[in-house]
């Protein structure tokens, strides 16, 4: 079995709303959802409430707390629609025991997993690596179409810079 046979299988349908949250920070959280259409935004709010912009997930992403999933957990980020949006969502308890059953589907899930961690090392080495400068180019590079879903506060929050900080990088890009 295949793993989007599976989410065919015993995954659900969730149709949610603009601005609706499938989970907030501090929830315990036990599914992944995988994005049919719509947008979403993944976030981390510090103690102070300062909103940082983990990831933007576009159709035909998947995304989960799998600290919360497989750990029972805290989440430790908030997922929240920009867009409406359909999804699927699975209980992550059904797959591990779908994938106990059959080795096919268990390489499935590791190469997803594998997939998903080397995003995440992508994600890391651009914050720390990468001038703001150059996380916006890239970003324009390979995801020019959210440039035209998010808002400018959205899109500074992702790549870590004010909002004022950003209208500068934009400016310097295109004199470039």
Do not use: W
């Not at 992403?61 to 999933?69: M, N």
């Not at 699927?88 to 997993?113: G, N, S, T």
Request: charged share 25%.
């Amino acid at each position: 079995m295949t793993f989007n046979e599976l989410i065919q299988l015993e995954g659900t349908v969730l149709e949610k709303v603009k601005t609706a949250h499938l989970f907030r920070q501090g929830d315990v959280n036990q599914s992944l959802y995988f994005l049919q259409s719509g947008l979403l935004k993944a976030y981390y709010t510090s103690l102070d409430g300062k909103e940082f912009i983990k990831s933007f997930v576009m159709p035909g992403d998947t995304i989960g707390s799998l600290t919360s999933a497989y750990a029972k957990e805290a989440c430790s980020f908030s997922l929240m629609c920009l867009e409406p949006s359909v999804l699927m969502v699975i209980p992550f308890a059904k797959i591990r025991e779908y994938c106990a059953k059959d080795a096919e589907l268990a390489q499935h899930m590791i190469e997803f997993l594998l997939q998903f961690s080397m995003k995440k090392e992508k994600r890391e080495y651009q914050l720390l690596c990468l001038s703001a400068e150059d996380r916006y180019s890239l970003l324009l590079k390979e995801s020019s179409e959210l440039m035209q879903q998010v808002t400018q506060n959205d899109l500074a929050r992702y790549l870590g810079v004010t909002p004022v900080g950003l209208s500068r990088i934009k400016n310097r890009v295109l004199k470039a």
